[in-house]
Every structure is written in structure tokens, then in C-alpha cells.
């Protein structure tokens, strides 16, 4: 069983860029059985998927954030990063990141997950 | 996209009943469905996977069935520990990845 720990900042003014970074443990980010994926969830509504990346460097990205999106990977520090630009109040939410089966592209492990609030 | 729609939104129920949650895809996706349990501030928890295989650890009372479009989530007997979120998620495809809106299951 993978851990997975989210970090980055907790505010972010509208208009900037999160950034969120995912720290994965108990095996390797460069792994084939595994895909790498980010998933938000405003507060008290459902989940979204956010996009994904392969072990290879392949991306992909949920078509509603495409033009704000980059998911990138980091093998030397076993990190996986996720960057959302131009964000709004509409972007407020817990956000998790996840291994996803790179068979069955269900989500196997997940982060406790950090909320981030997008306000001036 | 692939639409999930999950029914009941919510539903009350005591210790020891069977319970059952069902999720409908707007498209067939086989069997490329997938059950997560959320409890209030903890991320998600993945139960069945593939519509129906029971992700390890995950007590036996859980049980996932349907292909195509109807999927059905079942809780044989239920226990304190299971009242919570339940989500149904499609894998068949991937951009994006979409899941149903959730079901609350309450303590009556």
C-alpha cells in the first residue's frame, strides 16, 4: 500500500496559480502498475476528477481545466506536482491526490487530502 | 463526457439492514465501474473495483454487481462503521474520469 502526502500552500489570491505537490512513499513513482492522478471536491459537494499522469510522462486532463492544467512528475524525488492557473472562488476545494490502477484507472490509494481557498 | 447518476441521494437505515445504492451510466461501460466509501473529513476509500471485485480488506458484507449502464451497490448487514458517503466512479473512459453525485447513507 502506497502513502501519498499533499502539500503546498493552504491560500491562494484569485487570478495566481496553485500549486500543489504530491509526495509518494512505499514504492516508486516510476512503477508501470500505476498511474498518478489529482481529485478536488468543493466543500460539501462531490468529487472531480481533475486529471492524470503515466509513469511515462503521458497526460491526462479533465477537457473542463485543460487550458489552466499542468500535471507533471518529479522520479528523482518520488513527487508528482499539479499547477491550476487563473483560479476563482469556484476552485475552493479539498484537494486529493491518488494512485490510480494503470489497468483499471480506479483510484487505489489516496492523500488525506488539503484544502485550498482561492481568495483575495 | 459519461454521465453517473447515483439513486437515493441519500437514505436512512439502522443497524443490520440491507442496503442497496444504485448507479446508472449514460452509456454502456461494461464493467468499468467503481465503488469508494467517504466518511466526513478522510479522503475517499476505494471498495469494489470492476464492478463487482472486492478491493482487499474490504469486508465481505460489500458486494458490487451490474454491467452496461445499471450498477448496484450492496451492504448485506449494516454496521455502525459503514454509515457514510458512497460514490460510484466510470473507468471505461478516461477523459474524463467522472463520478456519481453521491449517496448519504444516515443513521435512522
Known amino acids: 500500500q502506497l502513502q501519498l502526502q499533499e502539500s503546498g500552500p493552504g491560500l491562494v489570491k484569485p487570478s495566481e496559480t496553485l500549486s500543489l505537490t504530491c509526495t509518494v512513499s512505499?514504492?516508486?513513482?516510476?512503477?508501470?502498475?500505476?498511474?498518478w492522478g489529482w481529485i478536488r471536491q468543493p466543500p460539501g459537494k462531490g468529487l472531480e476528477w481533475i486529471g492524470s499522469?503515466?509513469?511515462?510522462?503521458?497526460?491526462y486532463y479533465n477537457p473542463s481545466l485543460k487550458s489552466r492544467l499542468t500535471i507533471s512528475v518529479d522520479t528523482s524525488k518520488n513527487q508528482f506536482s499539479l499547477k491550476l492557473s487563473s483560479v476563482t472562488a469556484a476552485d475552493t476545494a479539498v484537494y486529493y491526490c491518488?494512485?490510480?490502477?494503470?489497468?483499471?484507472?480506479?483510484?487505489?490509494?489516496w492523500g488525506q487530502g488539503t484544502l485550498v481557498t482561492v481568495s483575495s | 463526457d459519461i454521465q453517473m447518476t447515483q439513486s437515493p441521494s441519500s437514505l436512512s437505515a439502522s443497524v443490520g439492514d440491507r442496503v442497496t445504492i444504485t448507479c446508472r451510466a449514460s452509456?454502456?461501460?461494461?464493467?468499468?465501474l467503481n465503488w469508494y466509501q467517504q466518511k466526513p473529513g478522510k479522503a475517499p476509500k476505494l471498495l469494489i473495483y470492476?464492478?463487482?471485485s472486492l478491493q482487499s480488506g474490504v469486508p465481505s458484507r460489500f458486494s458490487g454487481g451490474g454491467s452496461g449502464t445499471d450498477f448496484t451497490l450492496t451492504i448485506s448487514s449494516l454496521h455502525p462503521e459503514d454509515f457514510a458517503t458512497y460514490y460510484c466512479?466510470?473507468?471505461?473512459?478516461?477523459?474524463?474520469?467522472?463520478f456519481g453525485g453521491g449517496t448519504k447513507v444516515e443513521i435512522k
Open positions: 491518488a494512485s490510480l490502477d494503470s489497468s483499471g484507472y480506479y483510484l487505489l490509494d
Open positions: 512505499g514504492g516508486s513513482i516510476s512503477s508501470s502498475s500505476y498511474y
Open positions: 499522469i503515466s509513469y511515462s510522462g503521458s497526460t
Open positions: 452509456q454502456s461501460i461494461g464493467n468499468y
Open positions: 470492476a464492478a463487482s
Open positions: 466512479q466510470q473507468s471505461y473512459s478516461t477523459l474524463p474520469l467522472t
